[in-house]
C-alpha cells in the first residue's frame, strides 16, 4: 500500500513540475539601445489577455561583471523570456535586477530571477508589501493562463540616490516621487542613457492612481530635463533620441494638472470633466480617454478637498487670503 502511494506521488509531483514548467510560451525580442544596452518595448495598451500583460518597457546592461535587468515585466512567463532573450546575447549570469517602481506590470517577473540580488527603493519595497496580493489577484483575473506560476518576490537589496556600483560599473541612481511615491530614474554615464520607470511615457497616456501629486512630479521633470542623455528608455513607449518623452508627459500632467484645478474651481462635475474633450494634442495618444478617467476619478475629491482649503484660509488684514 504504501509503495503504491509512494508511485502515486511521485506521479502527482512529476506532473505538478511538468505543468509549473509549462507556463505559455513567450519570446521578447531585444532592442538595441547603446554598446551593450538594449530594451525590450512594451505594447501601448492596458492589461489583457491578448497581449500577455506585455504592456511595460524592460532594459538590461551587458557588464564585465554580469547582467544589470531594469524592471522585470508582469507575469513569470515574461521574466523566464528575458532570461532566455538575455542568455541569446551573452554567456554572463543576470546579476542584479533594479524594480524602477512597484506597479505590476514592472516587478512580477520577478520570480525569474531568483540568484539575483533585486534591488529598489526603501519606499518601493513597503509599497509593494502593502498592494502585492491586490495586485497578484487583478493580474491572474486580467490575464488567465498567461499569469500561471506568478508569485511575488520582493526586493531585497534597498538602494537610495547616488552611485550604485555593480562590481566597478557605476550607474547613477536619482530617487523620485512623482507617479508613485517611489520612482527610481537611472542614468548610466558609460552611454548616457537614462532609465525613467514610469517617470516619463511616451506614446502613451501616462498612469497616475499613486501619483502623490501632479504638481509634484511637473516640478520633478524639471529636474530630469537638467540631466544630459544620450537616449531615452521611458516606462511605456519607444526608445527616444530627444526630449519627446519629457516633452510630452510634461503637457498631459500640466494639461490634466490645469484641468481639475480649474474645473473643481466652476464647480464642473466629476462626469463633466471625464467627458472633456481632449486637445488636438492627445487626440490620438493611446489610452488617453481611459487614463483621464481614471485620473480625474482618483484626483477628483483632493482637488476639491484643496480647493476648500484655500477657500477656508483665514484673511490677511488687507482681506486677500492667505
Ligand atoms: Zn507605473
Known sequence: MATCWNRISDRA????ALCLSCVPAHALTPLPVAPGTWMVQGAAEEFDRRNSGDISNSA???TAGGVVVIDTGSTLAYGQALRSAIAGLTELPVRWVINTHHHPDHVFGNAAFSDARIMAL???ITALERDATAFLG??????GDAAQGTRVRLPDTPVSEGALDLDGYVLHLHALRGHTGADLVIHDPHTGVLFTGDILFWQRAPTTPHSPSLTHWLAELDELAALDASAVVPGHGPLARSDAPLVQTRAWLAWLDNLLREGVARGATQN?????????AFARLPLARFELTRSVSHFYRRYEDALWQDTNAPLRP???QK
Open 122 to 124: 526603501p519606499g518601493t
Open 272 to 280: 463633466e470633466l471625464i467627458h472633456t474633450a481632449l486637445p488636438e
Open 138 to 143: 487583478t493580474l491572474h483575473a486580467r490575464l
Open 13 to 16: 509531483s512529476l506532473l505538478l
Open 60 to 62: 538590461f546592461i551587458i
Open 318 to 320: 488687507n482681506g486677500e
